[in-house]
């Protein structure tokens, strides 16, 4: 894999000594040329930091950085952001009111290297044309809809035919029904350019549905890196199972651990899980169940990793129904057909295959308190 951007080492501390707070710790990346790679993680978490220490709007205090091949930060360079090959687009759009779409769009070539005014106009047509703006080229930018004036941001930041895109949460603001609809548009728009881009979110919805790949991060650190689907169905640490999907959390023992069998013993039953070459027999271990892998019925079951429980909750949300039920004392999350709907109290019996019990050691606590102190 040719790197597009490459992230060696990257430390950012602020505050002055003694009253030091480090919000990016030791985090290296290497992502691949026209890759979307996504930074996952909560507020506070230093994606968007990592992603301004690559954009030049923070210095790193210490670590490298390539984009395309060129260093841009090392211990001897910082390359300022206007000569950095990158387009970016923030969260609040940062469109200009008083110009028009035009404008807006032709700003990035005016300010720069200089250029005809025939070939700022072609410029400025083909990347309003690429966001399917090219009909409001002449509208003043107060007179755009929120999903017109990210596309009107995108555009501007494609315009200088970039390297690199960097993505600050640009969704955040839109409504759901527009959330989704640009989270199409946008990664066709990638496709179609073939570019090297770099998307912050919290979402776990952008960040499963758009990426190639994923680093999970927490308290400054990339906890799990992967693809999406690596990432869903295999989470490495609780803090990543909880945080990217619901999941529901059994405490156990394992009983039996070979490369073809894992036991797990718990005070809902014994279940069989897969395989986890980390788990030892007498291992204090989580299993991790997502919902949409917990089968719910009204009938006792000889299936495998079968418990029974009580309906708290029962909650229709259009193409399945979403399920609390009280197992001993927890709750367990579960996901059922629409067509059947089982009401507060009733009595069900869940199950779940082994393949999707993922086991856990329970020993990990916050992965960065260390880091912190």
Known sequence: MTSGIKVDHLRHVYGNPGNEVVSVHDVTLDIGKNEFFTL????????????????????????????????????????????RDIGMVFQDYAVWPHMSVFDNVAFPLRV?????????????????????????????????????QQRLSLARALVRQPKVLLLDEPLSNLDAKLREQMRGELRLIQQRIGITTVFVTHDQVEALSLSTR????????VVQEGTPRDIYLSPSTEFVADFVGATSFIEGIATLSTPEVLTVETDVGVFACATNDGIRAGDSVTLALRPESVVVGDQPTDAENSFAGVVELSLF??????????????????????????????????????????????????EFAAASR
Not at 51 to 70: F, H, M
Not at 116 to 141: K, T
Not at 214 to 221: L, P
């Open 40 to 83: 996952l993680g909560p507020s506070g978490c230093g994606k968007t930091t990592t992603l301004r220490c690559i954009a030049g709007l923070e210095q790193p205090t210490s670590g490298s950085i390539e984009l395309d091949g060129v260093v841009v930060v090392s211990d001897r360079i910082a390359v300022p952001t206007h000569r």
């Open 112 to 148: 720069g290297k200089k250029l005809r005014r025939s070939e700022i106009a072609e410029r400025v047509e083909q990347a309003l044309a690429l966001v399917n703006m090219d009909a409001y080229i002449d509208r003043r930018a107060t007179q755009l809809s929120g999903g017109q």
């Open 214 to 221: 994923i680093a999970v991060m927490n308290g400054g650190r």
């Open 317 to 366: 949300v259009g193409d399945s129904v979403d399920y609390r039920v009280q197992v001993g004392d927890r709750l367990v999350r579960a996901k059922g057909s629409a067509r059947t709907q089982f009401q507060s109290g009733a009595r069900v019996t869940l199950s779940v295959s082994a393949s999707d019990c993922v086991v856990l050691p329970s020993t990990v606590t916050d």
